[in-house]
């Protein structure tokens, strides 16, 4: 079963920056779409942005420009550059994958991503 690992989660300032990593446990050439996805408390689990093979990429409508979402093949690794951070974008951040049969990996821990002042 492939696995991810998710890092870069933390405290951060409104107006502030982070950047989360996701690593798989296998070559993600494997793989349609990755992407983010984020769950606030209380609300359910949402995508954030998604890039495909061929690098397209889809952001949701909250992130306004805001987000930027990248992969390296080499690395086995894509990643979710985040900006102007908002305490609304407070959520455990997670990473997931699509195969080629639109089958999701399992999820993993994600990341806490807190945006206060």
């Known amino acids: 079963q492939v696995q991810f690992v998710e890092s870069g989660g933390g405290l951060v300032q409104p107006g502030g920056s982070l950047r989360l990593s996701c690593v798989a446990s296998?070559?993600?050439?494997?793989?349609?779409?990755v992407g983010w996805y984020r769950q606030a408390p209380g609300l359910v689990r949402e995508v954030v942005a998604t890039?495909?093979?061929?690098?397209?990429?889809v952001y949701a409508h909250f992130v306004k420009g805001r987000f930027t979402i990248s992969r390296d093949n080499a690395k086995n690794a894509w990643y979710l550059q985040m900006n102007n951070l908002n305490p609304d974008d407070t959520a455990v951040y997670y990473c997931?994958?699509?195969?080629?049969?639109?089958?999701?990996?399992?999820w993993g821990q994600g990341t806490q991503v807190t945006v206060s002042s």
């Open positions: 890039v495909t093979y061929d690098n397209g990429t």
């Open positions: 997931n994958a699509l195969d080629f049969k639109f089958r999701f990996g399992n």
């Open positions: 296998i070559d993600i050439v494997s793989f349609s779409t």
